[in-house]
């Protein structure tokens, strides 16, 4: 059964501008020029050569052959495509927010190469056809590979199992009733049995205990009480993170932290660590730039599950990405129409925009102030996100070298621009970082060899 994604035949060794193979439709051969390689490996000055979507040279002072497309790098960074572990693309039943494909493009225009994208959709990835129908349209789109995400329990109700095993055989590692938690602990534990005779499958959970949570809009704390709105304590997900470590540790399964947002998760995470748990988590880069403080307007833009929390958190939060304690940084890219988004503070949806804003964020928040080097940065948005789900063995986080697969960043580390939500690819507005002048920018994006962006925009 094609796993999805194929790749034709994966690792040909290829003599240099050979003397003929007889060529496919389409160019063939490709130079990214004059940057700078960076990868889990190191970083150094090179060009890469790409042949028939495969990696064939990096090296100083490549020459085009003729027809090869010459992409220029000067003064840029060549990385492996990002990977974005969580993002919401609304397809099937809420195109009017996101589709698949203006979800890949905007993916892509922030430097992706693969995402995971959440199956709270309508109906909810729970039911191989629905899966089924998921990777087909994507692949046919063919901007990134997007890879869907299984739901944990039939219809997300969290009770019933969903067939966990007949959508990992369609190729879904990653199962969650995202947008819920799965509540109750002997499903939970149920879960992790079942997925641990699963190779590779790793059951991700959005941690907020509903019945902490219940009636609340925002994190609960000073700003909650100044402002009158209802709070969703801390401990509704630290609470389930210490359930579920606990349920992991007992089963042997994996277990992944979607959008860990609280000092004691990542305490919690850094323990079970330590003691062999096996577990990834990862967070947003609005949970470590954004505080609570930032609702104060009542801008719906802000709200968000879950909620952006305290300043002491996002420190905890930094400090956990720097010592691995959070393995990745990933988006929540969770679009909504304005007709629904913008409606009062306690009547709107949570969620926003990230996809495509996420790398740019990192580097002028994170990078530019030395809270993270580059590297550490590119780490937690590409090659470490891609081993957490299996996208490594698919060909996505590097590293860059003869034989690898062709996905690709180049990313101008300099350039300053200004988020302007009309000018996103997502069919949606809602972006809390609308006006933020940022600096670095994706320039190309190469996805199996072939342009998805150049020169700083989508190839279609
Ligand atoms: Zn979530």
Same mark, same amino acid.
């Given at each position: 059964m094609s796993k999805p994604n194929d790749r034709e035949a994966g690792s040909r060794p290829s003599s240099e501008a050979g003397p003929e193979r007889p060529r496919r439709t389409g160019s063939s051969e490709l130079i990214i020029r004059g940057g700078r390689v960076l990868d889990e490996t190191g970083e150094r000055a090179a060009d890469v050569r790409v042949v028939d979507g495969v990696i064939a040279e990096v090296g100083a002072g490549l020459s085009a052959s003729a027809g090869a497309t010459v992409l220029d790098a000067e003064g840029c960074v060549v990385t492996p495509g990002l990977v974005d572990l969580q993002v919401h693309f609304? &397809?099937?039943?809420?195109e009017d927010a996101e589709t698949l494909e203006s979800g890949s493009r905007a993916a892509a225009l922030g430097g992706c190469t693969a995402v995971v994208c959440m199956p709270n959709t309508e109906p909810p990835l729970d039911d191989a056809a629905v899966v089924q129908s998921v990777i087909e349209r994507a692949r046919t789109i063919g901007l990134c590979a997007v890879r869907p995400a299984g739901c944990i329990t039939k219809g997300r109700h969290g009770e019933e199992l969903a067939p966990l095993g007949e959508l990992y055989d369609l190729g879904v590692r990653v199962f969650t009733d995202d947008g819920d938690c799965v509540a109750d602990a002997s499903v939970m534990r149920h879960a992790f049995e079942y997925a641990t005779a699963l190779p590779g499958a790793v059951l991700a959970q959005h941690a907020e205990d509903p019945a902490l949570v219940a009636g609340g809009h925002m994190h609960e704390g000073a700003w909650s009480s100044r402002l009158g709105i209802p709070g969703r304590p801390a401990e509704a997900e630290s609470s389930i993170v210490a359930r579920d470590l606990a349920l992991a540790k007992r089963t042997g399964g994996r277990y992944h932290v979607l959008h860990l947002s609280c000092a004691q998760s990542a305490a919690l995470v850094r323990a079970a660590k330590a003691q062999g748990v096996r577990v990834t988590a990862e967070c947003t880069p609005q949970h470590l730039v954004?505080?609570? &403080?930032?609702c104060a307007g009542f801008d719906p833009a802000f709200k968000m599950n879950p909620p952006l929390r305290e300043q002491a958190d996002i420190d905890a939060l930094r400090a956990a990405l720097v010592d691995g304690t959070i393995d990745a940084i990933a988006t929540d890219h969770a679009p909504h129409t304005a007709e629904t988004k913008d409606v009062p503070f306690e009547e709107a949806p949570p969620g926003m925009l990230g996809v495509e804003t996420a790398l740019a964020i990192v580097l002028t928040t994170l990078v530019e102030p030395g809270v993270l080097t580059l590297a550490q940065a590119i780490g937690a948005l590409s090659w470490q996100p891609a081993r957490v789900v299996g996208l490594d063995a698919d060909g996505h986080g590097g590293p860059i070298a003869s034989g690898g697969a062709a996905n690709l960043c180049v990313i101008d580390p300099a350039l300053r621009w200004v988020v302007d939500g009309t000018r996103l690819a997502s069919r949606s507005r809602n972006t809390p970082w609308e006006g933020w002048k940022l600096t670095g920018k994706v320039r190309h994006t190469i996805y199996n060899g072939t342009p998805t962006v150049r020169d700083g925009e989508a190839t279609r």
């Open positions: 609304r &397809e099937p039943g809420r954004l505080t609570d &403080e930032a």
